[in-house]
């Protein structure tokens, strides 16, 4: 009813209780009415003519003033019916004289006695505006004024994405929590739920028997968002549709209630419609950060995560030197220890579904539909390259359980070359997905949000993981340890010549393992002309000793040539062990870190030709 007005008096200790004020002695008509779900043979009922005029008029000069109101009467029911001034005192402007005036409402006139003065200047008023013809007294019956008031929107993600994130005016009708309002869209009068973009709000719980149970600090929350909001004329950017829900961001004169929310911790942030907020996530990462730091509302008993690692283990340039599946990597450090990096808050490409096939057969590289290609983007991107490491979080190791292997513990950390954050980069490709973490999880990447973001862009534009083509498939042929395969591909192998590889595994300073993209095949490949230290093995009658300096050569080949680029190779024989090794040592070429290092490495490596100790008959460009 456009004669009744909410009134609150100012918080003490929480929100004021509300007080309703209806205005006595005039008529407005009915705003329009929607169908309770429990009542479908009902009818919806549209404005009464010159109702939402009338509400207009009360809603831009009453909300968020300061009022003084008379009760008159008390109805059995409850209900009170007075006069309500503007100010502090009924000095102030008789709101039903300025709605009579106006010709927006009428008197009751059958309640109006000829002895009350109030009541007499009420009917001169309205005489008045009809004589004026104002309002409702006018010619056309008011018809013009009735909205067309439309409650869904048949196609929500395309009326959202017409706007392309412009900012439509709209009102506040109502707010169901402090970050969940009712917003009417003008001029096209659509009554929609809006849901604040990246944060949410303590709710209410609806019980079994309909009683609504608040969360702790969801009273506060609504009346913060009640207050500055409810029935004010605002922006709101829409983002998205969730649900046939639509997030937005609702702009005031006054600043983003979402922050606002965030800062005064009202709200929290959430990860699964952060990317869509377009004034930019890290002002709410921000907000958040600021109301935990001090331990306001819904954060009071939060404590900080403490560090657990020196400045200089955090921050630290290293050298790539493998690529591990798809989402880590081992780089060596200045003091030329290795160490494995886990990229933060990605997931590699796995498989889906049930698996058909022996797990023990399984090579994850070429049968996990795009791991062979993420793998690829960062071995061409990140190989013999120095990259910038910092770490966001050591995730602690956990022990197997039935569903779930046992983890070792991981370093988690944001690597970036030449400013390009190289897991944003992977996940703008569709070649790994964003991992979702509880919201009270701290453990993340630093620039979480930029990861959320490069994967909606991904869905967006069907790119990877997210695409609806046929997955690639790679066959690749292990002929390293099949004599029979060995025999036929071998032909084929020494007619091309000089081949490109890329290596795969280095088993020892001179025993490989190479990938022929060409040929599509793995084979077992040995440097002709040397012999290097052997490696611990196992045995039937236990673990065998690793001869003298047998480490240090296969870091030294590692270093040189694992993973690299434009590998090339001369076959010329098949050995007994199903290897391929090779040959033509005049015109291999020595890569400058072998050249640099010749004098320290001669004593690691016991091999039959000195002369050819550096050059590992590799060309390598």
Not at 8 to 24: A, K, V
Not at 351 to 379: C, H, S, T, W
Not at 517 to 526: A, D, H, R, S
């Amino acid at each position: 009813m456009c004669g009744a007005i909410i009134v609150r008096g100012q918080p003490r200790g929480g929100p004021p209780p509300e007080r309703q004020i209806n205005l006595s002695n005039i008529r407005a008509g009915a705003l329009a009415r929607r169908v309770a779900p429990n009542q479908p043979e009902a009818k919806e009922t549209p404005d009464e003519p010159w109702a939402w005029p009338a509400r207009e008029f009360l809603r831009k000069k009453l909300i968020g003033k300061e009022v003084c109101f008379t009760v008159e009467y008390k109805t059995p029911q409850g209900r009170e019916y007075g006069m309500m001034y503007l100010g502090k005192d009924t000095s102030g402007e008789n709101i039903a004289e300025s709605l009579l005036s106006d010709g927006l409402v009428a008197v009751r006139r059958e309640g109006i006695r000829g002895t009350n003065p109030e009541q007499a200047r009420l009917c001169e008023l309205e005489d008045q505006a009809r004589a004026a013809k104002k309002g409702m007294w006018g010619d056309g019956g008011g018809s013009q004024t009735i909205r067309d008031l439309k409650y869904t929107i048949e196609n929500p993600r395309h009326y959202v994405d017409s706007n392309h994130q412009k900012p439509v005016n709209a009102v506040i009708e109502h707010v169901r929590d402090g970050s969940v309002v009712r917003a009417l869209l003008l001029p096209d009068y659509y009554l929609v739920t809006v849901m604040l973009s990246g944060i949410k709000c303590p709710t209410f719980k609806r019980e079994a028997d309909g009683v609504e149970t608040p969360e702790p600090f969801a009273a506060e929350a609504k009346f913060f968002t009640e207050s500055r909001l409810l029935q004010r004329d605002v922006q709101i950017i829409l983002e998205s549709v969730q649900n046939q829900v639509i997030l937005g961001t609702i702009l005031h004169p006054n600043g983003n209630i979402t922050e606002l929310l965030l800062r005064e911790g009202f709200a929290r942030c959430v990860d699964w419609s952060m990317a869509v907020y377009t004034q930019g996530p890290e002002k709410l990462r921000a907000g958040e950060r600021s109301a935990k730091e001090r331990k306001v509302r819904i954060w009071k008993d939060y404590v900080a995560p403490t560090a657990n690692m020196d400045q200089k283990d955090k921050h630290f340039v290293a050298k790539v030197m493998q690529i591990v599946n798809a989402d880590a990597v081992v780089v060596k450090l200045n003091s030329g220890d290795l160490k494995t990096i886990h990229l933060s808050s990605i997931r590699p490409p796995r498989l889906e579904g049930e698996v058909n096939q022996d797990r023990r057969k399984l090579r994850p590289l070429y049968d996990i539909p795009y791991m062979f290609e993420a793998r690829e983007f960062l071995r061409k991107k990140l190989i013999g390259k120095k990259v910038n490491v910092t770490v966001d979080y050591i995730r602690q190791a956990t022990a197997s359980t039935d569903v779930t292997p046992a983890f070792p513990e991981r370093t988690c950390a944001t690597v970036t070359i030449g400013g390009i954050n190289i897991a944003e980069a992977l996940v703008s490709k569709g070649l790994a997905t964003v991992i979702r973490y509880r919201q009270d999880d701290d453990q993340r990447s630093s620039h979480y949000d930029e990861l959320l973001a490069a994967e909606a862009r991904a869905i967006k534009n069907a790119k990877g993981l997210h695409s609806k083509r046929e997955v690639p498939i790679h066959r690749v042929a292990d002929i390293s340890g099949d004599t029979q395969k060995a025999k036929q591909f071998l032909p084929f192998l020494q007619r091309a010549g000089r081949s490109e590889a890329v290596v795969e595994y280095v088993f020892s300073g001179s025993r490989l393992k190479l990938y022929m993209p060409k040929e599509t095949c793995l084979i077992t490949f040995l440097l002709a002309g040397i012999e290097c230290p052997r490696g611990s093995r196992n045995t039937p009658t236990g673990v065998q000793e690793g001869e003298a300096f047998s480490e240090e050569a296969t870091l030294f080949t590692k270093e040189l040539v694992l993973q690299r680029e434009q590998v090339r190779q001369h076959l010329w024989r098949e050995e007994r062990e199903l290897t391929f090794q090779v040959d033509d040592l005049s015109s291999v070429l020595m890569l400058p870190e072998a050249a640099e290092s010749s004098q320290r490495l001669l004593l690691p490596f016991q091999i039959s030709i000195i002369s050819s100790i550096l050059p590992f008959v590799i060309i390598k460009h």
